[in-house]
């Protein structure tokens, strides 16, 4: 059974910081895109950040770029997104998503995810 657990959501003031962390199980972990998405109150779920776990290779949303990293601890199946530079807009709902057999390169499509954690809540003040 597959299975992603999220962790390290949190309040902050703009400015901060915060890492979440999504460890997975129960699938072959070696070669797959993870991905993380994040909503806001009465906006869609958009993505935020993709690693292709096969050779580490990131993408990101415009939104997020220099201030986001992804990244992927194989020894323990668990991606991270290290958040910095905070700010009120990226105050969300964020979850880790799973894509087993894709490579990353088309894009962050919700669709594409067949697998979701639970999510974790990220606060930022002003």
């Known amino acids: 059974q597959v299975q992603l657990v999220e962790s390290g959501g949190g309040s902050v003031q703009a400015g901060g910081s915060l890492r979440l962390s999504c460890a997975a199980s129960?699938?072959?972990?070696?070669?797959?895109?993870m991905g993380w998405f994040r909503q806001a109150p009465g906006k869609e779920r958009e993505g935020v950040a993709r690693?292709?776990?096969?050779?580490?290779?990131?993408y990101y949303a415009d939104s997020v770029k220099g201030r986001f990293t992804i990244s992927q601890d194989n020894a323990k199946n668990t991606v991270y997104l290290q958040m910095n530079s905070l700010k009120p807009e990226d105050t969300a709902m964020y979850y880790c998503?799973?894509?087993?057999?894709?490579?990353?390169?088309?894009?962050?499509?919700?669709?594409?995810?067949?697998?979701w954690g639970q999510g974790t809540q990220v606060t930022v003040s002003s």
């Open positions: 998503a799973a894509d087993p057999w894709g490579d990353c390169s088309g894009g962050q499509v919700e669709a594409d995810f067949g697998y």
């Open positions: 129960g699938y072959t972990w070696s070669s797959n895109c």
């Open positions: 690693i292709y776990t096969g050779d580490g290779s990131t």
